[in-house]
């Protein structure tokens, strides 16, 4: 059988395929444009959306386990149980959902409300999957760049308790290896969730501080105060989306993301090498 791969063209979903076709996996990608999403010619690719149901359901075809990973979007809950119940119809029922931490608790930020839903749908069809929650991306900070680089502020309210912000190479490695654990199981699994997290715990001036060491001058915090934040997101982005940015900002200010005991420990295991640091990302923008 094989595995399915919706968001591919994206940072996390072009490492999955990337892993995956390094260890031989057998797979096949779901893409608006195939043409425009650039894949390797051995790459099996079908053209469609999650909104598509003809196309979900020709993607599906000879399929046993799907990675489901949704973009932030006003529809994304009605993508999210489409695409579960075409799967269901057509006999798949081994999953890995990329979800987001702290899903179940943080229900005043829509695309949180939203993973925890589908955690909950995933649950109660009686899927068998593994839930991701990947805290803050550190790759994120590839938006910020120029900010702090010209105007020497570092510019996203993320607080005082901190993130364990975690690298996309990191989160898609660990899915590739559950989608190949699901994919090669010989019976039914049972869900399990893992937290994806970083090395460092990162706050607004732990971060800063971090970029005047790579920089070689100093960067200062920003501050907590979303409103700027807000603004700046809302110049490229809908506003609704750069409201939801902004409740997800006064999140990590009121309650961080803070890994749980074991959960560094049990990823380092997983990937059998050490995780990717914050400051060898920065380190690596800064030299671009």
């Known amino acids: 059988m094989t595995i399915l791969i919706t968001g591919a063209t994206g940072r996390v979903g072009r490492n999955v395929v990337n892993q995956l076709l390094r260890r031989g996996a057998d797979f096949r990608v779901l893409t608006r444009d195939p043409v425009k999403a650039g894949f390797a010619a051995n790459v099996d690719v ?41 799967a269901r119809e057509c006999g798949v029922e081994r999953v890995v959902y990329l979800s ?28 068998s999957a593994t839930i991701l929650r990947p805290t803050y991306f550190i790759d994120n900070e590839v938006m910020i760049k120029d900010v702090v680089m010209n105007h020497s502020v ?21 899915a ?19 937290n994806l997290v970083g090395p460092d715990t990162l706050t607004g001036e732990s ?17 907590d105060n979303p409103d700027a934040f807000e603004a700046s997101m809302a110049e490229f982005m809908p506003k609704w989306m750069a ?3 902004r409740l997800m900002a006064e999140r ?27 400051r060898d990302v920065v380190t690596a923008l800064v030299a671009q």
């Open 46 to 86: 079908v053209k469609g959306d999650l909104l598509d149901i003809d196309a979900l359901r020709t993607a599906f075809r000879g399929i046993n386990t799907l990675f489901l990973l949704n973009a932030v979007a006003g529809d994304e809950y009605t993508q999210t149980i489409i695409t579960l119940n075409i």
């Open 100 to 127: 987001v931490f702290g899903a179940d608790v943080s229900v005043n930020v829509p695309h949180f409300a939203v993973k925890y839903g589908a955690e909950r749908m995933l649950k109660e069809m009686d899927f």
């Open 154 to 174: 570092y510019p996203i309210p993320i607080g005082g308790i901190g993130l364990a912000m975690v690298d996309t190479r990191d989160i898609a490695e660990v």
């Open 176 to 194: 590739a290896i559950e989608l190949i654990r699901r994919d090669q199981a010989s019976g039914k699994l049972p869900v399990e969730t893992i």
């Open 207 to 223: 971060a800063a501080a971090v970029w005047s060491e790579v920089l070689g001058r100093e960067i200062i915090y920003g501050g």
């Open 243 to 245: 409201y939801e940015m």
């Open 252 to 278: 990590y200010v009121s309650h961080g993301m803070l890994p749980q005991d074991g959960d560094r420990e049990r990823l380092v295991t997983l990937l059998g090498r050490p995780l990717h640091t914050y």
